[in-house]
Structure formats: structure tokens, C-alpha cells
């Protein structure tokens, strides 16, 4: 107990970003923890139900991993399924950072039985949500700020995602450009600390591995210009993917309504897919490694086949509740986009000598990876630290690049951002959304206001008039205190050159009777639409009926100037 709070007496003496620094690197070390344990995992868990894929029952494999994935989260710890990188992004977007405890290892157990059992799905997302969940709650431990917090989230995630692929430059940009969405000097320091300690211990835990070795590639001027077909064919399979999860993901909950059961049938139809293509099942790295290594034989049809596949397996794993990241799926995908382009050209240009089969897989691997997550910094970095594969670099940078960017006119937004847009929770950094979503209706109130009530006469009226300097006037019933009305003094101009009628008009008969008003849980983008609606400068706050005082346009307005100011400073 002594230690610990001078542990936190000491870091809370320090600098904001020497802060970060140093519960970075605790945050590195457990996420990189979780990512190795998550892969010990898998390996052990594949290797123990090897030997039952070739019994007759091996089909109900992916379907009772996936169903008691589902009953363990959403019946035993109360957490959600799917890749659920959406709730990370949405907790920096809308909450401050904070995430639940029980998401640093529950997710970790539900992607071990629904990949193990044979679910077409990939280790990372689930233990970026461990790493977030660990970075959110040692915040949390060490009481730093919601904006600090939102920080080691990313660092989280940083770490774990460098740590299940040895590749640090991969989780800084990960973090960065999917989860955080915006390169800041207060989030690059310590992400990318925790991506290197993450991916420090991996190494000790695991050694120093690269995923996929590849020979030396001899590239001609052929194999660049050919880039330019394959960016065009990686697009077009990374917009078929995410609308196919998008339609399981939606449609299946309608069929099925009971979530075990619905996981349970995609993992049966998965089970059904793995008997006439085995490929499909699992990660698929195994896959990915003989087409880098040009031991690949299958034909241009039977590479086309998987390609579909594996999309069809992965959205009916994810899609219908499943735990697992699309990562791996992305890669094997791609890498079988890559074969089949190959395969093309060999076969349309059989005099022209290219880099061959594994060229092309892993450039297949960043354009699918890039246009999926619309991330081309990560896809770029991904395939060059997991494949070591640096002669390539030019090709890389050509079809990410190439490929988001033809993606992005059919669909803008990558897999993770069009869950939360269709639900209207994303709000993008450096956006009106987002400075207003850093401020409250109560923080904006103002209640130095005169109460009036219906019954008053246009003469009192005025003298409240003259000792206020507002011109609105919330009206309430003297007995009950519920708000009633409000009253402006262009409602009362009509009167005020007659003086005869300043005994006899009550301010019931002058009042709105049904104002426009706002609750304090009213988020401050929609008050600012009211505003615009009603060409209003200040809106009553009522709760429960209650007046609580008024909001007033210019004081939005201020206030989201000055959160403008310090969001830049960061």
C-alpha cells in the first residue's frame, strides 16, 4: 500500500509527458504479457485439437468454439463479441478512455476457443482490446487525466499488436492511425515506448522472430507496372470483405436472435466450408507462408475459390459473434489475392519472367490489409517487419497506397469506423463534434437568471427587467416548481408603450407555452442545432420538469474556443 501510493505520489510530482513516459512502459509490459500468453495459447490449443480434424465430427469444431465463446462473454463476464476494435475507438472518441476490467482477459479467452476450434479469425483484435483495457485501467490506478488516459489506450494496443508480430514500427502506426486517428507529439512518444517495450518482451518471452521469411525477389520494371493491376484487384477484394462482414454482422442478428445459437450456426457453416477447404480454418498463416515461399501449387480457379472462402468464413465467424481480428484474414486473404494475380499474368503473358508467386502474395497481403483498414501506413509497415522484406518497399508503398486510396470512393470508412458511423457514435479528432463532446451542458449553464411566475403582472415584469441584464425569463408555477414557459422581451414590446395595460396583462397570456429546451444530458452538437433550429441565443435546461437555468449560444461558442485552443496544444 506504502509502495504504491509513493508510486503515484511520485508520478503525479512529474510532467505531463514524463507521466506518460513512464506508465507507457508498465503498459508496454503488460500488453506485450497478454499478447504472449494469448499466442502460447492458440499454439497449444490448435496443437491439442489437431489430431480430432480428421474425425467425421470435425465439423462441429468452429460451431461449439464459437457458441461457448459467446456464452463466456456475454453470460459469464458480461462482455461483448465480435472483433470489437469499435469499442476501443469509441471509448477515445466518446469516453474519455475508459474501458471495462474484465475486457483485459475476457477477450483473450473467447478468441482462444473460437480460434483454436477452427474459427476464421486472427488473435489481434482481441488482445489490442486486452492491451487498451490494461492501458485504460492502470490510468485509472494512477488517476491521470481522461486525455492521458485516452493516450495509454493507444498504448495499449501499441504494445499488443507489436507484441503478437515483432513488429514495433507496426503498432505505433496501428495505433496511430486506426485507433487514435491523429499523429500528435503527446501520443507518438509514449505509443511508440510501449510498442517497443511490448515487442521487447515478445523477444525474451518467444525470441526474435519474423512471421514470414521470403527470398530475395529480382523486381523488373514489369513487376512495378504490374503493381498497378494488382492495387485494383486488392481494393476490390477489401470492399467485397467488409461489405460481407457488414451483411452477416447485420443480417444474422435479425435470423437468429439468440446469440449462442447464431454463433453456433455460423460456426457450423464454417465447420462445413473447412471440410471442402481446409484453408480457411484457423489463422491460415501456414497458407500465407508456402505462397511467399513460391511453394503454393494450387490453379488460378482454386485460388479464386479461396479467396471467397476465406472472406465467407471470416464474415460468418465475426459476423455472427465470434471472437477474433480480421489481421490474419486480411493477410491470408491477400496473399491469395496476390497468388491469383500472379497466376493471371503467368497465364496472359507466359514469355514475360516475373518476381514470382510469393512477390506478388506479399503484396497482395499490404494492399487487402491497407484498404480494409484504410490505414496504408500500417498495411505498409506490417508486411515489412513480419516478412523482413525490405528490397520490396517501393512495391509495398505503391499498392497500399494505390489500393486504400481506390477503396476509400466506395467505401470511406474502414471496418472499424463504419460500425460506429452507422450508429452515429464516431466523432474524428479535430472536429466540431469532438471539441463539443470534451464539454457538458452543465459546465455551460448559467443561473443567474429571474424566475418569473405566470400570475405576475406586466408592471413587476418590468422592474425585474430593469435589475436583470437578459433578456429571457424562465417562467414557474409558484406551487409546484415545474417549469411552465419562457419569456422574452420581444414578447412583451407590444405592451410596454401602453401603460394602461400594465395591470391587466398577467405574463401567462404573454409567455411560450412550449419552448424548445435542453436536458443535461443533451450532447453539445445537437444543443448547437437547436440553436441554429430556433435562431435562438439562449435555451431554458429543464430536468424532470425543473428549470436548472439557461445555456446561451455565446457561451457554447466561447467555451468551444477555448477547448479548440487547449485541444492544440496538446
Same mark, same amino acid.
Given at each position: 500500500?506504502?509502495?504504491s ?7 503525479h510530482?512529474l510532467d505531463?509527458?514524463f507521466?506518460l513516459?513512464i506508465?507507457a512502459v ?6 506485450g504479457?497478454?499478447?504472449?500468453i ?8 490448435q ?5 480430432l ?11 461449439a468454439?464459437?457458441?461457448?465463446s ?12 465480435g472483433?470489437?476494435i469499435p469499442?476501443?475507438?469509441?471509448s477515445i472518441?466518446?469516453?474519455g ?7 483485459s482477459?475476457?477477450r @483473450?479467452i473467447?478468441?482462444?476457443?473460437t480460434i483454436?476450434s ?6 489481434e483484435a482481441?488482445v489490442?482490446i486486452?492491451? %487498451? ?7 485509472n ?25 515483432? %513488429?514495433?514500427?507496426?503498432g505505433?502506426?496501428f495505433?496511430?492511425? =486506426? ?10 512518444v ?8 511490448g515487442?521487447?518482451?515478445?523477444r525474451m ?5 519474423i ?16 503493381c498497378?493491376?494488382l ?6 477484394? =477489401?470492399?467485397?470483405?467488409?461489405r460481407?462482414m457488414?451483411?452477416v454482422g ?6 437468429v ?6 454463433a453456433?450456426?455460423g ?15 484457423g489463422e491460415?498463416y ?18 479464386g475459390?479461396?479467396?471467397l %472462402?476465406?472472406i465467407?468464413a471470416?464474415?460468418?465467424?465475426i459476423?455472427?459473434g ?15 489475392t496476390?497468388f491469383f ?22 503484396l ?9 483498414l ?5 498495411g ?5 517487419e513480419i ?8 512495391s ?5 497506397v494505390?489500393s486504400?486510396?481506390m477503396?476509400?470512393y ?15 457514435e464516431?466523432?474524428m ?12 451542458v452543465?459546465? @455551460?449553464i ?7 411566475s405566470?400570475?405576475?403582472r406586466l408592471r413587476d ?10 433578456d429571457?425569463f ?8 415545474k ?5 422574452h422581451l420581444?414578447d412583451i !414590446?407590444p405592451?410596454?408603450?401602453d401603460?394602461t395595460l400594465?395591470?391587466?396583462v @398577467?405574463v401567462e397570456?404573454m ?12 450532447e ?5 442545432k437547436r440553436?441554429?433550429e430556433?435562431?435562438?441565443w ?6 424532470n ?12 461558442l466561447?467555451?468551444? !474556443?477555448?477547448?479548440?485552443?487547449a485541444q492544440?496544444?496538446?
Amino acid at each position: 500500500m506504502t509502495v504504491s501510493f509513493s508510486l503515484k505520489k511520485i508520478i503525479h510530482s512529474l510532467d505531463e509527458r514524463f507521466q506518460l513516459i513512464i506508465v507507457a512502459v508498465l503498459v508496454g509490459i503488460c500488453g506485450g504479457y497478454a499478447s504472449v500468453i494469448l499466442n502460447l495459447g492458440l499454439q497449444s490449443g490448435q496443437h491439442y485439437l489437431m489430431h480430432l480434424r480428421s474425425h467425421w465430427f470435425a465439423i462441429f469444431l468452429p460451431a461449439a468454439g464459437a457458441a461457448l465463446s459467446v456464452f463466456f462473454l456475454q453470460y459469464l463476464v458480461l462482455d461483448i463479441g465480435g472483433h470489437g476494435i469499435p469499442e476501443v475507438i469509441y471509448s477515445i472518441s466518446r469516453r474519455g478512455g475508459l474501458l471495462r476490467f474484465r475486457s483485459s482477459f475476457s477477450r @483473450l479467452i473467447s478468441c482462444l476457443l473460437t480460434i483454436a476450434s477452427g474459427g476464421s479469425a486472427g488473435p489481434e483484435a482481441p488482445v489490442v482490446i486486452s492491451g %487498451a483495457s490494461i492501458g485504460s485501467n492502470i490510468a485509472n490506478l494512477f488517476y491521470l487525466k481522461d486525455r492521458q488516459r485516452s493516450v495509454l489506450v493507444g498504448c495499449g494496443a501499441a504494445a499488443a499488436i507489436a507484441a503478437i508480430f515483432n %513488429a514495433p514500427a507496426t503498432g505505433i502506426a496501428f495505433a496511430l492511425e =486506426a485507433i487514435m486517428g491523429e499523429w500528435t507529439h503527446i501520443n507518438i512518444v509514449p505509443i511508440a515506448i510501449a510498442s517497443v517495450v511490448g515487442t521487447e518482451v515478445s523477444r525474451m518471452l518467444q525470441g526474435n522472430q519474423i512471421p514470414f521469411r521470403h527470398h530475395v525477389f529480382h523486381i523488373g520494371a514489369n513487376d512495378i507496372l504490374a503493381c498497378c493491376g494488382l492495387a485494383v484487384l486488392t481494393a476490390a477484394t =477489401a470492399i467485397v470483405f467488409i461489405r460481407a462482414m457488414h451483411s452477416v454482422g447485420s443480417n444474422s442478428g435479425r435470423i437468429v436472435h439468440n446469440p449462442v445459437l447464431r454463433a453456433a450456426i455460423g460456426g457450423l457453416l464454417v465447420g462445413t466450408i473447412g471440410l471442402i477447404f481446409p484453408d480457411v480454418l484457423g489463422e491460415g498463416y501456414e497458407h500465407i507462408r508456402h505462397i511467399i515461399e513460391g511453394q503454393y501449387s494450387a490453379g488460378i480457379l482454386l485460388s479464386g475459390i479461396y479467396i471467397l %472462402a476465406k472472406i465467407l468464413a471470416t464474415s460468418l465467424t465475426i459476423g455472427t459473434g465470434g471472437s477474433g481480428g480480421i489481421f490474419a484474414p486480411c493477410l491470408v486473404i491477400g496473399s491469395f489475392t496476390g497468388f491469383f494475380y500472379y497466376r493471371g499474368l503467368a497465364y496472359m503473358f507466359p514469355h514475360v519472367t516475373w518476381a514470382g508467386a510469393g512477390y506478388f502474395g506479399l503484396l497482395g497481403m499490404a494492399g487487402v490489409m491497407s484498404s480494409v483498414l484504410q490505414a496504408p501506413m500500417t498495411g505498409i509497415f506490417l508486411i515489412i517487419e513480419i516478412t523482413g522484406g525490405y528490397d520490396v518497399l517501393v512495391s509495398v508503398v505503391l499498392v497500399s497506397v494505390l489500393s486504400a486510396t481506390m477503396s476509400q470512393y466506395l467505401e470511406p470508412f474502414s471496418i472499424y469506423h463504419k460500425e460506429l458511423i452507422e450508429r452515429g457514435e464516431l466523432l474524428m479528432p479535430r472536429t466540431d463534434a469532438r471539441v463539443l463532446s470534451e464539454l457538458s451542458v452543465m459546465e @455551460l449553464i448559467e443561473q443567474d437568471c429571474y424566475v418569473v411566475s405566470p400570475e405576475m403582472r406586466l408592471r413587476d415584469l418590468i422592474d425585474v427587467i430593469k435589475r436583470s441584464h437578459r433578456d429571457y425569463f424562465p417562467v414557474e408555477d409558484p406551487k409546484t416548481k415545474k417549469f411552465v414557459g419562457m419569456i422574452h422581451l420581444d414578447d412583451i !414590446r407590444p405592451y410596454l408603450f401602453d401603460q394602461t395595460l400594465y395591470d391587466s396583462v @398577467l405574463v401567462e397570456e404573454m409567455m411560450d407555452r412550449n419552448p424548445l429546451s435542453v436536458s443535461p444530458e443533451d450532447e453539445l452538437p445537437d444543443v448547437l442545432k437547436r440553436f441554429d433550429e430556433t435562431k435562438a441565443w439562449s435555451l431554458p435546461v429543464v430536468y424532470n420538469g425543473r428549470f436548472l437555468g439557461l445555456i446561451s449560444k455565446a457561451t457554447l461558442l466561447d467555451y468551444y !474556443r477555448k477547448e479548440l485552443i487547449a485541444q492544440e496544444e496538446k
